[in-house]
């Protein structure tokens, strides 16, 4: 595959010397669901809106197949954006509204009309054809709204946070309609979100921005199991984050002092002296309950109080006191039951045990002991 677009070192500052995006240099792929992921304020959507020509870098440059339309208006470039609202007009039918981009570009009318058929097949809405807005739910309005910015063959689609509007079932629902258009239709699709859970489900590639800047891109895959900061680990996914001190090396291994418990590292870390400052980042469901004597001989092995269960359908979250004010986050699927789960009661002591090989090493001092977010 080949770049379709190269943001090269763009900046924009806002009114009062806000400064939203910090040189960013980014290349999106032809075809490709590249997702920019962060919380509000990183950036994210003004990046999105410069290259829909919304806004306009104060420095830097946008080149969009091979043309650079850094100062073009939005009508003049081959994009197109769908917003968080949707924006459908009330007064024109679902058909209507969709083929309202080629009304003002003036095709004919028998091939605008066959056009706004085909879209209308696609998104399966033909029965709704002469229905207005009012009359659809938030996942019709959404599909109308995805047709209407599909229909002109844009060289990239622009989505704005685009399941904000919807519940969380619906929007688990749309989030496979929409992968599934786009391995459809091939299109490359550039998406903002806070939401990691719609990120990792609907991307081919992730960018994470913090503080205008891009902290690291790369597969949903790369950027859970190898993330390279603690802000990514904390951010992309649920992430038991402990402070420690290293204590030495023995066996491959780096030993991470944390409060009582002795911790071995495989992954990272060689070469950093005792007594270094680290963090330790140990994702919830690679920590498994049992005693000892049941686990692998290489598990590290911990042992605490049950503080709380937090129950979640089909799966549990555990937060397990491991001593020194801090807590442990575990994940566990249920698959006969909660009923039929072993566990103790709450105050009682639990053994468990992880992978050294699981646990992800940063140098530096940059968690407090809990867990990257509430458990619940």
Same mark, same amino acid.
């Given at each position: 595959?080949?770049?379709?677009?190269?943001? %090269?070192?763009? @900046?924009?500052?806002?009114?009062?010397?806000? %400064?939203?995006?910090?040189?960013?240099?980014?290349?999106?792929?032809?075809?490709?669901?590249?997702?920019?992921?962060?919380?509000?304020?990183?950036?994210?959507?003004?990046?999105?809106?410069?290259?829909?020509?919304?806004?306009?870098?104060?420095?830097?440059?946008?080149?969009?197949?091979?043309?650079?339309?850094?100062?073009?208006?939005?009508?003049?470039?081959?994009?197109?954006?769908?917003?968080?609202?949707?924006?459908?007009? +009330?007064?024109?039918?679902?058909?209507?509204?969709?083929?309202?981009?080629?009304?003002?570009?003036?095709?004919?009318?028998?091939?605008?009309?066959?056009?706004?058929?085909?879209?209308?097949?696609?998104?399966?809405?033909?029965?709704?054809?002469?229905? %207005?807005?009012?009359?659809? /739910?938030?996942?019709?309005?959404?599909? =109308?709204?995805?047709?209407?910015?599909?229909?002109?063959?844009?060289?990239?689609?622009?989505?704005?946070?685009?399941?904000?509007? &919807?519940?969380?079932?619906?929007?688990?629902?749309?989030?496979?309609?929409?992968?599934?258009?786009?391995?459809?239709?091939?299109?490359?699709?550039?998406?903002? @979100?806070?939401?990691?859970?719609?990120?990792?489900?609907?991307?081919?590639?992730?960018?994470?921005?913090?503080?205008?800047?891009?902290?690291?891109?790369?597969?949903? @895959?790369?950027?859970?199991?190898?993330?390279?900061?603690?802000?990514?680990?904390?951010?992309?996914?649920?992430?038991?984050?402990?402070?420690?001190?290293?204590?030495? @090396?023995?066996?491959?291994?780096?030993?991470?002092?944390?409060?009582?418990?002795?911790?071995?590292?495989?992954?990272?870390?060689?070469?950093?002296?005792?007594?270094?400052? =680290?963090?330790?980042?140990?994702?919830?469901?690679?920590?498994?309950?049992?005693?000892?004597?049941?686990?692998?001989?290489?598990?590290?092995?911990? /042992?605490? %109080? &049950?503080?709380?269960?937090?129950?979640?359908?089909?799966?549990?979250?555990?937060?397990?006191?491991?001593? $020194?004010?801090?807590?442990?986050?575990?994940?566990?699927?249920?698959?006969?039951?909660?009923?039929?789960?072993?566990?103790?009661?709450?105050?009682? $002591?639990? /053994?468990?045990?992880?992978?050294?090989?699981?646990?992800?090493?940063?140098?530096?001092?940059?968690?407090?002991?809990?867990?990257?977010? +509430?458990?619940?």
């Amino acid at each position: 595959m080949s770049a379709i677009l190269e943001i %090269r070192n763009v @900046t924009k500052t806002f009114r009062g010397g806000v %400064r939203a995006v910090d040189d960013v240099t980014l290349a999106v792929e032809e075809g490709e669901f590249l997702t920019i992921l962060g919380p509000s304020g990183c950036g994210k959507t003004t990046t999105l809106r410069m290259v829909g020509g919304f806004e306009y870098p104060d420095a830097g440059r946008i080149v969009l197949d091979g043309r650079d339309v850094t100062d073009l208006p939005p009508y003049r470039r081959p994009v197109n954006m769908m917003f968080q609202d949707f924006a459908l007009f +009330p007064h024109l039918t679902v058909a209507q509204n969709i083929g309202y981009g080629l009304s003002i570009a003036g095709m004919k009318k028998r091939e605008e009309a066959r056009e706004v058929e085909d879209a209308l097949r696609t998104i399966e809405l033909l029965d709704k054809a002469d229905r %207005r807005p009012a009359e659809l /739910s938030i996942g019709q309005k959404q599909r =109308v709204a995805l047709a209407r910015a599909l229909i002109r063959r844009p060289k990239i689609l622009l989505l704005d946070e685009p399941m904000s509007a &919807l519940d969380a079932k619906l929007r688990e629902s749309m989030q496979v309609e929409l992968k599934r258009l786009h391995d459809q239709i091939g299109l490359t699709f550039m998406m903002v @979100t806070h939401d990691q859970t719609e990120a990792l489900v609907m991307s081919d590639r992730i960018v994470v921005m913090d503080a205008g800047r891009i902290v690291q891109a790369g597969t949903p @895959t790369d950027l859970y199991d190898r993330p390279e900061t603690p802000y990514v680990a904390n951010f992309l996914g649920t992430s038991n984050m402990v402070a420690g001190v290293v204590t030495g @090396t023995a066996d491959g291994t780096v030993q991470v002092r944390c409060g009582s418990a002795l911790i071995r590292v495989t992954r990272q870390g060689a070469g950093l002296p005792a007594g270094a400052r =680290v963090t330790l980042s140990i994702r919830p469901e690679k920590v498994t309950l049992g005693e000892g004597s049941d686990l692998p001989a290489a598990f590290n092995s911990l /042992s605490g %109080r &049950l503080r709380d269960v937090f129950f979640h359908g089909d799966s549990v979250r555990l937060a397990i006191d491991i001593g $020194a004010e801090r807590l442990l986050i575990v994940h566990r699927q249920l698959e006969t039951g909660l009923q039929q789960m072993a566990l103790p009661p709450v105050g009682g $002591a639990v /053994s468990l045990g992880f992978d050294p090989a699981s646990v992800i090493l940063f140098a530096g001092p940059d968690a407090d002991g809990a867990a990257a977010d +509430p458990p619940a």
